[in-house]
């Protein structure tokens, strides 16, 4: 007997409770604007939970599950903006987050249409992705802090 395909309904619940879409940031010399930018969403459960993470990823057909020993659980990730534009993003457009994480995702879908666009290599469109992404997760925690990046972009905090 086959396996049965995770309800979308599910999908979206278990992401409001342990999903996670954000938006990291790397200082790149070789790039002209200086820095790279990253759209992730992601799923953290425990080692328990790892058959779920993995019916996660077929349903949705595409990103990868791997260990995180920051905080002893599996991630289930998706990095290319190809695949969260055709696959993740269409899912909560048709089965929409009612919590928190909405808010999140919207500022998300804007962020992933811009990079797709190629507006994160201009350093004025970087700038409102920039100011986009820090609106995000807010108790999340950052590698780099907002000022930092903003000063490679040769602008202060307003």
């Known amino acids: 007997m086959a396996e049965e395909r995770l309800d979308p309904w599910y999908v979206t619940g278990l992401v409001e409770g342990e999903g996670c879409f954000s938006v990291s940031f790397s200082f790149r010399k070789k790039l002209k604007v200086g820095i790279e930018t990253r759209p992730s969403f992601s799923i953290s459960l425990t080692r328990r939970d790892l058959p779920i993470l993995q ?3 077929e349903f949705f057909g595409c990103g990868g599950i791997r260990y995180s020993r920051t ?8 990095r290319s903006v190809r695949d ?4 993740v993003l269409p899912h909560f457009a048709k089965y929409p987050l009612q919590g928190s994480k909405k808010a999140d995702y919207e500022k998300f879908v804007t962020i992933c249409r811009m990079v797709r666009a190629n507006l994160h290599m201009n350093r004025g469109r970087l700038r409102e992705i920039i100011e986009l992404a ?4 807010p108790a999340g925690k950052r590698r780099h802090k907002k000022e930092d990046l903003l000063k490679v972009l040769g602008e202060e905090m307003v």
């Open 55 to 57: 019916k996660v990823r």
């Open 71 to 78: 905080d002893r659980t599996y991630k289930y990730e998706v």
């Open 84 to 87: 969260l534009e055709k696959k």
């Open 134 to 137: 820090y609106q995000m997760n």
